[in-house]
Nanobody
Framework: QVQLVESGGGLVQAGGSLRLSCAAS????????MGWFRQAPGKEREFVTA????????YLADSVKDRFTISRDNAKNTVYLQMNSLKPEDTAVYYC?????????????????WGQGTPVTVSS
């Protein structure tokens, strides 16, 4: 069983930055595409960004382009989400997920393993 643990969330002011981390268990991390999703209170889970197995390809939602960056370090079994120029509408619980089919995708159902989430609150 793959376990994913997010960290790095917290409270920041609008315009500030945070870096989220997601640490994965097991030896097969480099075989998974990884994604980040977020869910605000009362709303459905929303795709944020995803990265391919080797890190060579990324996919970002329009709402975070030019502000967020996804990266991975396969030697450390970790994927990162660097969030800059944060806005109050970015407030949500952020989840990382693993997809063993390999391609970065925005489709929720394509991901096989999920972390517990880390909350991010952006104050105005």
């Amino acid at each position: 069983q793959v376990q994913l643990v997010e960290s790095g969330g917290g409270l920041v002011q609008a315009g500030g930055s945070l870096r989220l981390s997601c640490a994965a268990s097991g030896r097969a991390f480099s075989s998974y595409a990884m994604g980040w999703f977020r869910q605000a209170p009362g709303k459905e889970r929303e795709f944020v960004t995803a990265i391919s197995r080797s890190g060579g390809s990324t996919y970002l939602a329009d709402s975070v382009k030019d502000r967020f960056t996804i990266s991975r370090d396969n030697a450390k079994n970790t994927v990162y989400l660097q969030m800059n120029s944060l806005k109050p509408e970015d407030t949500a619980v952020y989840y990382c997920a693993a997809n063993f089919l390999g391609n970065p995708t925005s489709r929720y159902s394509s991901y096989n393993y999920w972390g517990q989430g880390t909350p991010v609150t952006v104050s105005s």
